[in-house]
């Protein structure tokens, strides 16, 4: 710390001439007075003004400080896009983007079926393809189209689930496979829904649960969409896969 005790006639000319000495300015420095002076009268009673002049040390800013301005100084002096920009870009990137692509999936999943009618001893199947967003729709046709579906579609919907691990496999999105053989779920879902309508009347005509054989869980949501709007019965299902079967009760 330097510091230095300065005389002169005057206070200013004291502090003058220690910052000289000192070779700072005034804001660098405190100033202490420890004599103010007196000028006398014809030279007698005069004197000398005395100032103590301390230098003050100047901080460093500290690495918080320098980071944090030029922070500042960045985002002062970024120029960030509107709004309206930054909508426009990400249309740009969801057009750019291509939709990823399941048709390894498909194709895996149609081989795969083919194989399995091969060994079944199916030999004339044909498979047409649709599809509808996320849904896969694969239509089985063959002159052995019964082998196929089974007893009440229980081989058809085996099938299903297989082939349905074979797209997950493969795909590179979420997708849902459908088999249908000769419109067999068409005609299976329209007699679901008459059964439906004829147990409903059961259960309320005997005041007795009636229970159906066990089915997957498509058919039994088809029962249970089939009588959704009626308001005197209620039904549930019962049991655990693949034994779970639904029942119709008459409500009082």
Aim: charged residues 35%.
């Amino acid at each position: 710390m330097k510091q230095i005790t300065q005389t002169a006639p005057t206070k200013e000319e004291a502090i003058n001439v220690a910052l000289k000495k000192l070779e700072v300015s005034r804001e660098d420095v405190s100033i202490t007075v420890v004599e103010e002076g007196k000028k006398g009268f014809l030279g007698f009673g005069a004197k000398p003004a005395v100032v103590e002049v301390t230098v003050l040390i100047k901080e460093e800013p500290s690495k918080e400080v320098i980071i944090e301005e030029h922070v500042k100084e960045s985002i002062t002096e970024k120029t960030f896009p509107d709004e309206s920009s930054v909508k426009e870009d990400i249309k740009e990137m969801i057009e750019s983007s291509e939709t990823p692509s399941n048709e390894e999936a498909v194709a895996e999943t149609i081989q795969y079926i083919k194989t399995i009618a091969r060994e079944m001893e199916i030999e004339d199947l044909v498979i047409t393809e649709k599809r509808e967003g996320k849904f896969i729709y694969l239509h089985l046709n063959s002159e052995k189209a019964a082998l196929l579906i089974g007893k009440r579609g229980q081989t058809l919907n085996a099938l299903e689930k297989l082939s349905q691990l074979v797209a997950n496999k493969f795909s590179q999105s979420f997708i849902l496979i459908k088999l249908d053989v000769g419109n067999y779920r068409e005609r299976r879902q329209e007699s679901l829904e008459q059964l439906a309508e004829r147990m409903a009347d059961k259960a309320v005509r005997t005041g007795q649960p009636v229970e159906f054989e066990p089915m997957s869980s498509s058919e039994r949501k088809i029962i249970h969409n089939a009588l959704s709007s009626r308001v005197d019965i209620e039904t549930y299902s019962v049991g655990t896969e693949p034994n779970r079967y639904l029942v119709i009760e008459s409500i009082k």
